[in-house]
């Protein structure tokens, strides 16, 4: 299947998401400045404690992720009962817009807190519901391809975002960077409402057990619930370099210019493979892209560690997004193929939830771990992804032979 043969749904869906990525990712580069801009540089009494605007900006940031995990869980599985995906991602959407409304209008930063957290609602009703809807929407056939397609258009409005946020915030005010965020929602929005509709047999489907298992009916864990915990790895393996930057400008005598290539180029890495790998998934199976991704994740993280050069630490991190790609869309794609009918909302929240939780704590932990050692906190990661390697291969396998959704091509895994 080309790209050009997706369904039009799925589209409608990715560049809903990349509009609405886009507004998300202005976000987190204007909020600093507009936290700074209320509190002070020096910081503020909270609650009757003192602190640093540093820690009040980092409050901000990560109070939507922490939201929007803690609660995809509940929204997936609601939208699997209700049988309808489309009125949780317009209600989601309505809600990061109303957010970005609000900014302008307050002045204290409690009220900053609480728009964020209300976003981050927006975001747990939006993104299982999404997901779901584009697992839906294609079978085992097309599900990969659905899903490099959607993470591909995600990624760009994320890494455009922080492009020209900064400039527009220079130039014409927050204002008008929270005017931009608005109308990337209320544009989202207008896709789905003109574009999408829930495919009749959703609501037909939907079923009152829906609950996920942490244990498997074969093996120790349940698959769905390993794949999420690869998800976390791979997320958190991005999410590290970040907290990192002066340690890593330092090491390698390098500008904050040749640090955002270096971030960017993960990011780029998945937009470029993200819709071949997924296509090549649907028609030689899943579970060996997940495994390869996993095996590229190890020594591409390890290795940031010790590369001496910026054009060094820039093939890591491609390599890296590669890894990246290989991973989370391959695992929605088997996670889809895994779930039962009217359970897609709950079973893939599990690796969005993953995803989210990743690129919260990986900056955590790499500032901690930071303090023993530049390398630790790489080695620290690639650990974790041997562990989510040695997971996936022996708790996860594809669907049976014979099982009408099974991925064309693949074969039985061992044990199967």
Do not use: W
């Amino acid at each position: 299947m080309g790209v050009l043969d997706t369904d039009r749904r799925v589209f409608a869906l990715a560049f809903a998401r990349m509009a609405d990525a886009l507004g998300n990712s202005f976000l987190i580069v204007i909020l600093p400045a507009y936290v700074a801009s209320i509190v002070g540089e020096s910081g503020a009494a909270v609650a009757g404690l003192s602190l640093s605007t540093t820690l009040l900006v980092g409050v901000v940031l990560s109070v939507f992720g922490f939201v929007n995990s803690g609660l995809q869980p509940f929204t997936g599985r609601l939208s699997d009962n209700v049988g309808r995906r489309k009125v949780f991602i317009l209600v989601g959407l309505v809600l990061l817009g109303a957010g970005s409304a609000g900014y302008p209008f307050v002045d204290s930063y409690g009220a900053l807190v609480a728009l964020r957290a209300l976003q981050g609602v927006g975001g747990a009703l939006t993104i299982p519901a999404t997901v779901a809807l584009v697992n839906e929407l294609g079978d085992a056939g097309t599900r990969g391809g659905n899903f490099g397609v959607y993470n591909t258009f995600r990624l760009i409005g994320f890494g455009f975002g922080p492009l020209v946020a900064g400039a527009i915030q220079q130039i014409y005010g927050f204002d008008a960077a929270f005017a931009v965020a608005v109308v990337s929602a209320a544009l989202g929005f207008l896709l789905v409402v003109v574009l999408v509709d829930d495919p009749e047999e959703t609501a037909a489907a939907a079923g009152d057990d829906i609950s996920i298992a942490v244990r498997g009916d074969d093996t120790l864990l349940d698959p769905v619930f390993t794949l999420g915990v690869a998800t976390v790895v791979v997320a958190m393996g991005i999410a590290l370099f970040a907290t990192l930057e002066a340690p890593i400008n330092n090491r390698l005598d390098q500008g904050a210019f040749l640090f955002g290539t270096q971030f960017g180029a993960a990011v780029l890495a998945n937009v470029v493979f993200q819709i071949p790998i997924g296509q090549a998934s649907d028609r030689y199976g899943r579970r060996p892209f997940v495994i390869a991704g996993l095996i590229l994740l190890i020594p591409s993280t390890l290795v940031q560690g010790f590369v001496t050069t910026s054009l060094g630490m820039i093939v890591a991190r491609l390599i890296q997004g590669i890894a990246v790609a290989l991973v989370f869309p391959i695992s929605l794609a088997l996670a889809g193929d895994l779930a039962g009918e009217g359970r897609s909302g709950s079973t893939l929240s599990i690796l969005t939830t993953g995803f989210g939780l990743g690129t919260a704590i990986g900056p955590l932990v790499s500032g901690l771990l930071e303090g023993f050692g530049y390398v630790v906190p790489f080695a620290f990661v690639a650990g974790l992804g041997f562990v989510a390697l040695l997971l996936v291969q022996t708790q996860v396998s594809e669907p049976e032979a014979g099982d009408p959704d099974r991925p064309p091509g693949g074969e039985p895994t061992p044990g199967e």
